[in-house]
């Protein structure tokens, strides 16, 4: 799926890989990576990309998911949150690693049937859903 138009493009990079630094062009955001210790490493006092990934899937998600409350008139209370886990492994066919993908959203005081109905919404929406489409099996929840 190509894009029509780019309105924003984020810039940041990383030296030293999964045990180095990284940080946006702008310097808003600069951090030390660390390995997990499921990945083998130290479980060092950094972040690392799986991490940053669900931060960034989550608040992606989460306006993706007002975009359609919006046009359907219906007010999400200000404590909707979205969870993302975000899992590496060994792909299947062994030809490297893979990610695995789980969102949960929750909004209190919205109907269940009606949230789960916005949040398959807001997948279709999602620039990150749409990134990872066919290629992530992404497990949706709602609390």
């Known amino acids: 799926m190509s894009v029509k138009e780019v309105l ?3 810039h940041g990079h990383a030296t030293g890989g999964r045990t180095g630094k990284g940080a946006t062009d702008d310097k808003k955001l600069e951090l030390t990576l660390s390995v997990p ?3 083998g490493g130290d479980d060092g006092p950094g972040t690392n990309p799986e991490q940053l990934f669900s931060i960034g899937y989550s608040a ?3 306006g993706a998911l007002k975009v359609v ?3 359907e008139k219906i007010k999400l209370p200000e404590d909707t949150q979205v969870s993302a886990a975000i899992g ?3 792909r299947e066919d062994g030809g490297g690693f893979g ?3 789980s969102l949960t959203v929750s909004a209190p005081g919205v109907e269940k049937a009606k ?3 916005l949040v398959q919404k807001a997948h ?3 620039p990150y859903s749409n990134a990872i489409y066919k290629s992530v099996d992404v497990k949706l929840t709602v609390a």
């Open 88 to 90: 590496v492994g060994p």
């Open 37 to 39: 210790k499921g990945l």
């Open 60 to 62: 992606c998600f989460l």
């Open 115 to 117: 949230l789960e109905d």
């Open 69 to 71: 409350a919006g046009k």
């Open 99 to 101: 990610i695995t993908a």
């Open 8 to 10: 924003y493009t984020g």
């Open 124 to 126: 279709i929406v999602c």
